[in-house]
Structure formats: C-alpha cells, structure tokens
C-alpha cells in the first residue's frame, strides 16, 4: 500500500482571501496533511481537516492564536515513515546539514518559508518544500505537493504539484 500525504506551506490567510480550489481536487486521495506554517489563521487548519486530518508547525508571520497553539518544528510517523516538519530550514546551501542537525532520525523533512519549491534527496533524507499554495512570488504559478510513502519498500517521493 502506498500512503499519500498531502503538504502545504505558506497560505497567508486572511492577506489571501482563501485556498486555492485545485487544492480540494488534489488532496481528495490523502490520509494527512501536512502544513509547514505561515498559515497565518487556525481556521486553515480547519478547512484542510475537511479532507484529512492536519499536522502543522507555525511559520514566521502567524497570528498569536496559531502561536499558541502550534510548535515551531515537530515530529511525525505515518506508516514506517519518520517526517520532520519545520518552517525554516535556513539558506539553501546549508539545507541538507541543517535538516540532519534539526532532524537526525527523519526520512524525510518539510518545511517552506521560501515560497520555492524544492524536492531532493540529501544522503538518504528527503528535503521537501511545495512551495507556496497562494502566493507564487518569483515562481511561474503556486505550488503544493504529496508524499508517497511505500512502507513495503520503506521508500519515499515527493512530487510537486503546480497549480494554474
């Protein structure tokens, strides 16, 4: 069986009036999602528990009700899959050392903040950013993405899903 993880980062809700539609069609299949923060309000959460249910870190522009209720980083397991989630991983060159000092034991580590998508592998860890769900910057189009863990072949993939 392969599980399917829907992950999101970098809403801004309420400065974007609400998620984007695509969103519904695309996490239909998912058994959790994940938020990297800067949701900015709790009421993301809620919507996105309409789909699955939500593990999801603060980001650096939350309201304090997301404050007070969401960690900075934390840690989950879905199947024999141990994820890391973060809204900050830092500069670029230093992501791979810093998602294995934040994260030793992780297969794999989410995190945003930068608005660009990004999905490598870093000596057998998985590095995933999808980017920003709302507002794209110097990207050509918004981006999501999902995990596809594979307990029997204890893999992982991520894949980055561009939204028009």
């Avoid at 994940?34 to 603060?58: C, R, W, Y």
């Amino acid at each position: 069986m392969i599980r399917k993880v829907g992950v999101i980062s970098d809403t801004h809700i309420p400065e974007f009036k609400r998620l984007p539609e695509a969103l519904w069609e695309h996490f239909a299949d998912v058994e959790q999602i994940i938020h990297a923060g800067d949701l900015s309000i709790l009421q993301v959460i809620a919507e996105l528990e309409t789909l699955a249910p939500v593990a999801a870190v603060q980001g650096n522009v939350e309201q304090m009700e997301v404050v007070l209720q969401l960690p900075i980083k934390r840690e989950i397991v879905i199947g024999k899959c141990r994820i890391g989630i973060v809204h900050i991983l830092g500069r670029t060159a230093q992501y791979a050392k810093t998602a294995r000092q934040e994260f030793p034991d992780a297969r794999v580590v989410v995190f945003g903040h930068s608005h660009n998508p990004y999905n490598q592998e870093h000596d057998g860890q998985l590095l995933f950013n999808p980017g920003s769900a709302t507002d794209r910057r110097r990207q050509p189009t918004c981006s999501i993405g999902k995990l596809f863990i594979d307990d029997e072949t204890d893999s992982v993939r991520g894949e980055i899903i561009l939204l028009s």
